[in-house]
């Protein structure tokens, strides 16, 4: 897709995108975040849309990052809704635990091998697919599923041991 493709599409469809998102989440600030990030995928992908069914397409991603963004969010007030800061359920043998099994976690991320723990870190972290993953380095979905499968059990025998 060239620059002029793009921005042509971006001109003409931003605006859709962004009230389709604003409608949704009633959020003004929300909605130009997701409207950018859908044609950052368009773009990143190096997508060719047929030109009919474009809006329909950008209109599936923007809802599609919409929803992703509002279960992260939802799993985030859960979690804090649950947590209170300051008051500690766990006795000092349970926080003694966690802080050495975290230290054991920290070393074993040093020392495993850079390729797998890019892709580990890719996928826990940043939270990206596999494909996505495969997309970035260069690689097939495959040989991430192996270097995620290679760091997962070298995690799992280091923090074990």
Do not use: C
């Not at 069914?53 to 985030?76: M, P, Q, T, V």
């Not at 074993?108 to 850079?114: M, N, V």
């Amino acid at each position: 897709m060239t620059k002029e493709i793009f921005k042509a599409l971006f001109d003409t469809h931003f605006d859709a995108v962004r009230s389709y998102v604003y409608y949704r989440s009633g959020d003004t600030e929300l909605a130009t975040d997701v409207a950018q990030e859908t044609f950052l995928k368009i773009w990143e992908k190096q997508l060719q849309p047929d030109v009919k069914n474009i809006k329909g397409l950008l209109l599936k991603i923007a809802g599609d990052i919409f929803i992703s963004r509002y279960r992260r969010e939802k799993l985030a007030l859960d979690f804090s809704m649950t947590f209170k800061p300051g008051i500690l359920d766990d006795s000092p043998e349970d926080q003694m635990q966690f802080k050495e099994l975290k230290s054991r976690y920290e070393q074993a991320l040093k020392i495993l091998p850079e390729n797998q723990r890019t892709v580990f870190l890719m996928s826990r972290m940043d939270g990206l697919k596999y494909l996505e993953i495969a997309g970035q380095l260069g690689l097939s979905v495959k040989a991430v599923e192996k270097r995620m499968n290679l760091a997962l059990t070298f995690l799992k025998k280091f923090i074990e041991n």
